[in-house]
């Protein structure tokens, strides 16, 4: 039987903490504008709390302020987390000087991306809109911190304002740069651009890693990882994997189909699906619990 890599376990956490984060951010800021426009508001007593601040606009301004601000922090984190993920089993990052860089770099997100960046060759425009991302979440973050963007950073997004106008729904360049210059105005457009750009950055990656990998490597670094999980005793783990490899016929294909999805794997193949070698995944398909568990752990 064919099997496919569609996508990383890596992009799913990814997509788990950002994937609707447009939304969540349109939804917290309608609830606001709502809020400004019905001066008779009263809070709903489930919240077992008050709420009357002294001058309501300013308090809804603010409180704008600090969610806008936030989504960038989320893209920020949900970057890191695939990165991260990536970087451990099943390993989507094959490259042994990209998994040791990215391990040389653990604490530092943005050491992390221009690693990867250096590595894939990722177009200039996301590196250094990744790289203001970044920068600004942490002048968010960390208050005493006032890192700068670098100079060669500035020229690349200003050299393609007319790019960012056209792929973002007009953004403007030089106000984007001069709201991150005066650490205040983060406008609606200019985090949901971002969070975009952090989109289309994992996207790159997730393709060019696909387009690269060693695809009977990931497989059975996902099968060692299934077994991994089951359990740390190895009675109780050769009768939770029974309970799917001990299957027969179709009820075993559909056992194991469902254990391997949430790894990205399918019979069906997407537009940037990866095949695994069919030997190999008739082999796993066909073998015993026991077999497996030999084999694999």
């Known amino acids: 039987m064919k099997l496919y890599i569609n996508h990383s376990k890596a992009l799913k956490h990814f997509k788990k903490v950002l994937g609707n984060a447009n939304h969540f951010l349109i939804t917290a800021l309608v609830g606001l504008d709502a809020l400004q426009e019905n001066e008779d508001y009263k809070i709903s007593e489930d919240f077992h709390t008050s709420w009357n601040p002294q001058n309501k606009l300013n308090s809804i301004n603010r409180t704008r302020k600090f969610i806008l601000e936030m989504s960038l922090s989320r893209a920020v984190d949900a970057l890191e987390i695939y990165i991260d993920h990536s970087n451990n089993a099943p390993f989507l990052f094959q490259s042994e000087s990209l998994k040791q860089g990215i391990k040389d770099n653990s604490k530092s997100i943005t050491k992390k991306f221009n ?92 393709g060019k890693s696909l387009s690269n990998i060693d695809s009977s490597l990931y497989f059975k670094e996902i099968i060692k990882e299934i077994i991994k999980n089951e359990s740390k005793n190895d009675n109780q783990k050769l009768k939770n994997i029974a309970k799917v490899w001990g299957k027969n016929g179709n009820n075993k294909i559909r056992a194991i189909n469902g254990k391997l999805s949430s790894y990205g794997l399918s019979e069906q193949k997407s537009d940037s699906g990866v095949e695994i070698d069919e030997f190999l995944v008739s082999e796993v398909y066909k073998t015993s619990p026991k077999e497996l568990l030999e084999n694999y752990s």
Do not use: M, P
């Open 115 to 206: 690693f990867i960046c250096d590595e894939y060759k990722i177009d200039s425009k996301l590196h250094a809109l990744g790289i203001l991302l970044i920068t600004w979440r942490n002048r968010i973050i960390h208050s005493e911190c006032d890192n700068q963007l670098e100079h060669g950073y500035k020229k690349i997004i200003l050299d393609n304002s007319q790019w960012l106008c056209d792929n973002f729904r007009h953004l403007d360049a030089t106000k984007l740069l001069e709201h991150f210059e005066k650490k205040d105005g983060l406008t609606f457009k200019e985090a949901t651009s971002l969070i975009k750009v952090t989109h289309d950055i994992v996207y790159f990656i997730e």
